[in-house]
């Protein structure tokens, strides 16, 4: 007989083991190893039955046992020194509080899911994941930052695979007081709330949620409560369910109820407001607009408070395609902005923010990054090679400016070292190099020993083969409720054999089964007697890709073969449980996606932070970082007739790979078992990347490159009551109105014999009609570099030229050219080109193209 409602009830402990419900209550114990020991100790079956969920644990652990404990001195005494050490951890300085200079008081981090632990599934992949490392970065460096995003009560959801090989999803719901969260209430107790007026005299509640990750709090916006009528309950539902409507219901409300549950607590906590807000992905977008329509009604014009927020804003982009970006239809947003949700905001104004106005845009829709750009005066991609696919994708936006200077620069993504380096890898690191911070350690010492290194990564894969079987037996169960699981499961995979991991989303550009493009070679490799390969493959396809879920059952059914059924395994339900044992037990972590469409990749980031090495596309972080030691490059086919010739190029060449290349270097063993050579990549990949793919590493990048400057622009723009901005908005609105007369009109040069050579001097006089503006209002520069195919200028550099003083005077008496000079030394042999530009140039200005202004020679 099913229940009509379930609920959970938390345990009430002993007074003497009041320090496990503190620690329960920071996710700290989602990557604080010595925390998660103590709570597996309490009741190890539990621990197991609960998958590593303290407040699940203390919930399901017998009264008898906690008063066992609470009656074991040494036990009260563990508890309560990891509480001081928690404590201590949450209140004693840490690097961001010994920066020097001026810096964010606070820091708003909005993304539409966050990937904490296996315990609070609230993600769906990469975006997720990185969003949760992002926020536990930032505590362990002691970054001020507060998160924000939704509380799902399906999450993403649950996978099951069919006995044809076809995806199965099923929602869940999650209880949250179940869960490490609370309810943000106000000081007289009852719970605060957030409200977003909508067509037809509705309103939209949320409820705030918040967790305590170490020292950040997370925020998250819970629609099913009373308040809400019944269709508006189900707004956060699921995590990227619904159609067009529901999506941008749920991004009103993160962007737009995100800003507004940040005031509630502001107000509560008498904290500063954030001085600068990080958009991860358009989804959150609308945040800007609150904050728009608040400076408004503080008597700021629409112009004048954009300045304001576009100064404190920093959006990163994390797709490298068109598809991948939300767009909705411009009458939905017009319907949805003509209300009384945002007062002062004319519909218009918002319509022009994420307006396509430009060479191959649709006017008819509203796109999400596109305003995020012009809410943003700094944004990123999250590797080099995104960073380019970036400028190139939204180089329409800064119009007669080369893909190099669009203003898109690129912050490489990191991966938590703490949660995701297996603990037997930190325990080593501690015994014999004296730390447990993987990244810090000298791996390249022989305090370890290639015996030693090589016996944990043999623990770790068997720690894996382990839980594949298991996982597999689960999934029988769960389908065959009555049936006995086959016995071959407890043979499936060899803990000795070279295991190769594939595990992310499934949508079709990364290729889940170009390993199967030849499946007569790929078993010939699999089972060569000597030197045999293992795969190890999870992964979600959105429940709305017919295609992905075709690639999945494809996977599916090729591993069902009885001929290489205990040598390849799908495990369902890939999630954050699964992935922390999943990166350490691989050997060799594939990737191979269609370049250049991965965005960054992190999942080949966890292996290495183990010791596994890379074998991948050169895509995403690996294009920057792949340096013929740490793994290998699988060519790509850019030049190939189709997909289908692409396909069939790069295949051949990733099974070359695995056959010639990575079995014989795992199984070239010396006398004593040892695969000296492999073990030499597996140093050289612990020493130099785990630093570099660090989440700390990023963290420390996003405060010095983007936080701080941030900050610092809108300080400059909110400070006496605004002048700046209200000054920056007159100013753009003027350049605006005038760049129509300024031009280029004629360019002189000298300075060069008949056969120019380095160290010459090039002499520049460039005559220059500015319309009406001001000799200070731009920068007249020389643009040179090396010419290449049709006097395109690479690797351009800028030198500005110089004008005599002129004085001030009224635009009718200025004269109709100004004369600007310069020089620029030939430094390097080669072909050579210049051209002169002109630029709008402002104090206030994070880039010259900002406005997208700009006048060339002809």
Not at 48 to 57: E, F, K
Not at 115 to 131: C, E, M, N, R, W
Not at 329 to 348: A, H
Not at 604 to 630: Q, R, V
Request: charged letters at 20%.
């Amino acid at each position: 007989m099913k229940a009509i409602r379930r609920f959970t009830v938390r345990s009430v402990l002993p007074e003497s083991l009041s320090a496990l419900g503190e620690l329960a209550a920071n996710l700290r114990w989602a990557w604080h190893e010595p925390t998660r020991q103590i709570f597996a100790h309490i009741s190890p079956d539990d621990w197991q039955a609960t998958l590593g969920d303290p407040v699940a644990l203390l919930g399901a652990v017998r009264p008898e046992r906690l008063e066992q404990l609470a009656a074991d001195p040494g036990f009260v005494a563990w508890a309560n020194s990891l509480r001081d050490d928690l404590n201590a951890y949450l209140s004693e300085p840490r690097w961001y509080q010994g920066l020097e200079g001026a810096r964010p008081r606070s820091i708003g981090y909005f993304s539409p899911e966050f990937g904490i632990a296996a315990a609070l599934p609230q993600y769906s992949g990469g975006l997720g994941i990185l969003a949760g490392d992002h926020l536990k970065a930032a505590s362990d460096l002691g970054v001020p930052i507060i998160g924000v995003g939704l509380f799902y009560r399906s999450g993403y959801f649950t996978q099951a695979i069919s006995r044809e090989g076809w995806q199965e999803e099923s929602y869940p719901v999650l209880d949250p007081d179940g869960l490490p969260l609370s309810v943000l209430r106000l000081a007289d107790g009852t719970p605060a709330q957030v409200v977003l007026a909508l067509p037809g005299d509705r309103a939209l509640y949320a409820r705030i949620w918040q967790a305590q990750v170490g020292r950040v709090r997370l925020l998250m916006l819970d629609t099913d409560i009373p308040d809400n009528d019944d269709d508006l309950r189900s707004v956060t539902d699921r995590l990227y369910g619904g159609g067009g409507e529901h999506r941008l219901l749920q991004e009103l409300l993160l962007g737009i109820g995100g800003v507004r549950a940040l005031e509630v607590v502001s107000e509560l906590t008498d904290q500063p407001m954030p001085e600068v807000y990080h958009t991860n992905e358009g989804h959150a977008g609308f945040l800007g607009l609150e904050r728009i329509s608040n400076l408004i009604g503080g008597g700021l014009s629409f112009d004048e408070a954009l300045q304001v927020v576009r100064a404190g804003t920093v959006f990163t982009t994390h797709t490298p395609v068109p598809a991948g970006i939300d767009r909705f239809d411009r009458s939905l947003i017009e319907r949805y902005f003509s209300t009384d949700m945002l007062p002062g905001l004319e519909v218009d104004s918002v319509l022009s923010l994420g307006a396509e106005d430009y060479d191959g845009g649709s006017p008819e829709v509203f796109n999400m990054a596109v305003m995020g750009l012009r809410l943003g005066q700094r944004a990123n991609g999250v590797s080099v090679l995104h960073g380019e696919v970036s400028r190139g994708m939204f180089n329409g936006l800064w119009p007669g400016f080369d893909r190099a200077e669009v203003p898109i620069t690129s912050v490489t993504n990191g991966v938590h070292a703490p949660t995701w380096t297996d603990p037997l890898l930190q325990e080593l690191s501690r015994a014999k190099l004296g730390t447990g911070d993987t990244t810090a350690a000298d791996w390249a010492s022989e305090a370890v020993t290639d015996a030693e290194l090589w016996a944990v990564r043999g623990d770790m894969r068997r720690q894996l083969v382990h839980d594949a079987r298991r996982r597999v037996t689960e999934a029988w169960r769960e389908q065959n409720p009555d049936s006995i699981p086959p016995t071959w499961f407890q043979t499936l995979l060899d803990p000795n054999v070279l295991t190769i991991g594939f595990a992310r989303r499934v949508p079709t550009y990364k290729r889940l089964t170009l390993m199967l493009h030849d499946p007569v070679r790929l078993k010939s490799i699999m089972l060569n007697p000597d030197r045999p390969i293992q795969f190890v493959i999870a992964g979600k396809s959105h429940p709305a890709d017919e295609e992905g879920k075709r690639l999945i059952q494809k996977l599916v059914q090729f591993a069902s073969d009885p001929e290489v059924r205990q040598h390849i395994v799908f495990l369902p339900n890939y999630d954050i449980g699964m992935a922390q044992l999943l990166y350490p037990g691989t050997d060799v972590w594939l990737n191979n996606p269609l370049r250049p469409l991965e965005a960054c990749g992190t999942s080949g980031m966890k292996a290495a932070l183990n010791g596994g090495l890379n074998l991948s596309i050169l895509d995403g972080w690996w294009n920057e970082y792949y340096d013929g030691e740490n793994g290998w490059a699988i060519p790509t086919a850019d030049s190939a007739g189709d997909a289908e010739e692409r396909d069939t190029l790069e295949s051949e060449a990733l099974y070359d790979l695995m056959e010639n290349q990575v079995a014989p270097r795992f199984y070239d063993r010396d006398a004593d078992g040892i695969p000296v050579r492999w073990m030499q990549s597996i140093r050289h990949t612990l020493a130099t990347l785990s630093p570099e793919l660090s989440a700390e590493r990023m963290v420390r990048e996003y405060v010095q490159r983007l936080y701080i400057p941030a900050a610092s622009a809108e300080r400059v723009m909110t400070a006496d009551d605004h002048e700046a901005a209200r000054e920056l908005a007159a100013w753009k609105e003027r350049v605006r109105s005038l760049w129509g007369g300024v031009a280029v009109v004629h360019v002189e040069s000298g300075g060069l014999d008949d056969t120019p050579q380095v160290g010459d001097v090039l002499h520049v006089r460039a005559h220059i009609q500015l319309g009406g503006l001001s000799p200070h209002d731009v920068a007249v520069e020389v643009l040179y570099g090396h010419a290449v195919h049709g006097d395109d200028i690479a690797d351009a550099a800028a030198v500005e030229l110089s004008t005599p003083h002129v004085p001030e005077t009224t635009a009718s008496e200025q004269p109709a050219e100004l004369v600007y000079s310069g020089t620029v030394e030939l430094a390097r042999a080669g072909s050579f080109g210049y051209t002169v530009r002109v630029v709008p140039k402002h104090p206030n200005l994070a880039s010259p193209a900002e406005l997208g202004l700009i006048a060339v020679a002809r």
